[in-house]
């Protein structure tokens, strides 16, 4: 039995805090025994007239050869035909191995997501109404605001995430003590628009505040950036692993990341959504995630999948990564210094593809004047800042983009915040 | 300016029939002037540090040797790099030219969506809530339900396809009417589960009654499965091509269509939204649109995007998909030979990929038992049926079929169902 009633049933009895968290939506959800459900059955029929796509009777894609033309080592059939709901499985697997190779935590398997984006959206489909405080991260990426508050209508709430220009050991218990019933965290470590990931110390205080929770919470982590730190004394995994073991009566950890970043493949949307848990509430969690997955694109993109589960499978891809990310860490490093060389003020940044740098004039003046002379940041009024994505520049280019942006701005001579 | 008010009112004022229909989230959403529309103004920018995706810093992507090595004839900037939001701009302008081809409605850009399914969740984001009634065909797509009803939390009606064993000309009249303060109606020719499309004879009197709604409604036009007729008294057209010049007091005429079927690309995730709207009316419904994307997947896949410009840039193509459409109209032939040959009953049918048969024993018993003799059919309990997807078994094959199916159903002796 698969009704959203059985499904709240087994999430109420085995994941409390995933139950109490459900939205309105949330609980409606559940995966119908539909068409995807009933084919999945007739896999190894000798006639398999259930679904609703062109073969030639024997499995095999009858894609025309204007598209094949395009695919190199990947066959037509990994390619042209629907990928089952929730992602290949075979990807699915090799994504688990992925993120547990240095900490085994329990967790589902990964559910194949249009990339993160999507990730977030049915989680928020999932967990967010307008009963629900959303906390987000202060400064943190706008689109959280269109899908958490805009889309599914919860209540945000901002947590800073700097005090000055320090990390904020307090921002979590006080952010945790506004939820009035039920809540959803978004942590996002190495961050955006900060760049910035904390030491393990600097984490901890937040660590027990979440496992103190007052109201029950799912905590999202938001690890897009995987991989990409560039100091030392910073955490190499996300909190997520901290959190998989949580108790469930409190808070549910949920993992979101994807090849976007991690695998330098912007153009493949493909991300993945895993819980911290196991057994029957994972398996309830899976199939209101396939309700809402097929209610929003149906199955994810099969090419996309294929060619990142060739790469995941290929022994070449870790140190090919490796290579690009000594390339982002040396624009990382010639940014640095060209910001202290012209001393200009910025927020503590050590990670992922960004700085944000404060200005005491008009940042969304500042950006047209700067596009001017050529140069293009992104700015937010939010926070009186600019962001410079040092993931789209040359590290030769680095030092003229800080030159020019030096002169249009009141250069903060503050030196605490370097 | 671009305010979820400011969208609001050029609705109201350019097209009172699209303002009257919105939801409340679909009247919450814009397109902010975040990332991607900063990004987008940055593009001649000598150094471009707008957005976070890994480039030389001369707009060259980064991509892995592991991913770029499956790519044949199209550039890893093509494939692995960020899609604009609402899909790439020549796609959008090809795409139109070929909905265009033999009737130029007025419409608005293509846009862009992770296939049909996520194409009518944005249309529904806009325009269906608690408040809105959704006109859904009987029998029809399950996954409307999810979409529509679950998911967005719309009343669902459904109207009649057939009277028995004829299209129900006074369907559509009879359904409008129940419509409270407005709605969404879904046509969908060639249909699925049905495989049917109405001459234009037939179709008339649903086109005299959509005029004359006494609600503003959306028509959802869904032609997955544009092309695929069999038949020379068929409609080749959709009907959005009817309805494309009605009165914006009354009716948003909406188009959903996309590579999946049409191209035989079904793991591309290549759909498009357009809208029988044009100027200011269609400038704020793209916006909407973008920001109900942005909020449920961000980009499309851009290199399902880029194969699919490719073909259709293709001189090759239209004779490629010609040769497929033949295999599949003698799919058609010899299941309906099949069929009349065993006295087997079934719901007329013409086009598309499926043939309902109605049953008197139980659907679901009965395609279990199909199973056992390996034949997998989908079965519908709601209307007591039982689908058969020609689109994946062999003209061969289908005898052997039929055959089976015959042994295990009371066979309908009824030959007006012929």
Not at 38 to 62: P, R, V, Y
Not at 201 to 215: M, Q, T, V
Not at 233 to 252: M, Y
């Amino acid at each position: 039995m698969n009704s959203a009633e059985k499904l709240n049933d087994t999430l109420e009895r085995h994941h409390p805090a995933a139950h109490a968290c459900l939205s309105q939506r949330g609980r409606r959800l559940f995966f119908p025994m539909g068409i995807p459900a009933q084919a999945g059955q007739a896999k190894e029929a000798s006639i398999n007239a259930t679904i609703g796509q062109l073969t030639d009777g024997a499995g095999h894609a009858m894609a025309p050869a204007a598209i094949c033309q395009h695919l190199e080592g990947i066959t037509p059939e990994e390619a042209t035909l629907y990928a089952p709901q929730g992602g290949n499985k075979a990807l699915r697997a090799a994504w688990k191995e992925r993120i547990q190779q240095s900490e085994a935590a329990p967790t589902s398997s990964p559910f194949c997501t249009v990339g993160l984006t999507h990730g977030l959206k049915l989680v928020a489909d999932l967990f967010v109404d307008e009963d629900t405080e959303v906390l987000l991260p202060e400064p943190g990426w706008g689109n959280y605001d269109l899908i958490f508050g805009t889309s599914c209508g919860g209540n945000i709430i901002r947590y800073p995430v700097f005090d000055g220009h320090h990390f904020r050991q307090d921002a979590m218990r006080l952010a945790l003590s506004k939820i009035k019933t039920k809540g959803v965290l978004v942590l996002n470590f190495p961050g955006n628009p900060t760049g910035y990931t904390p030491s393990a110390d600097e984490l901890r205080p937040w660590l027990e505040a979440i496992r103190e929770s007052p109201k029950p919470i799912v905590v999202v982590c938001d690890d897009a950036y995987t991989g990409f730190v560039y100091e030392e004394d910073r955490i190499t995994q996300s909190p997520f692993h901290d959190l998989a073991g949580c108790n469930p009566e409190k808070i549910l950890p949920v993992k979101i990341d994807g090849a976007t970043k991690e695998l330098v493949f912007f153009g493949a949307r493909v991300g993945f959504v895993t819980f911290g848990a196991t057994g029957p509430a994972a398996d309830a969690l899976e199939l209101k995630m396939k309700g809402a997955a097929r209610a929003s694109v149906s199955s994810a993109p099969a090419i996309s999948q294929s060619i990142v589960l060739s790469a995941l499978q290929n022994p070449a891809l870790d140190a090919q990564i490796d290579k690009i990310r000594n390339v982002i860490l040396h624009r990382y490093e010639a940014l640095k210094t060209a910001l202290d060389t012209a001393n200009i003020a910025y927020f503590p940044f050590n990670s992922g593809f960004f700085t944000l740098i404060p200005v005491q004039c008009d940042p969304e003046e500042l950006r047209l004047k700067l596009l001017k002379d050529g140069i293009g940041v992104v700015s937010f009024a939010r926070f009186n800042a600019i962001r410079i994505a040092y993931s789209s520049a040359r590290a030769e280019d680095l030092p003229l983009l800080v030159e020019t942006l030096s002169k249009h701005i009141s250069v903060d001579k503050d030196p605490a915040l370097h």
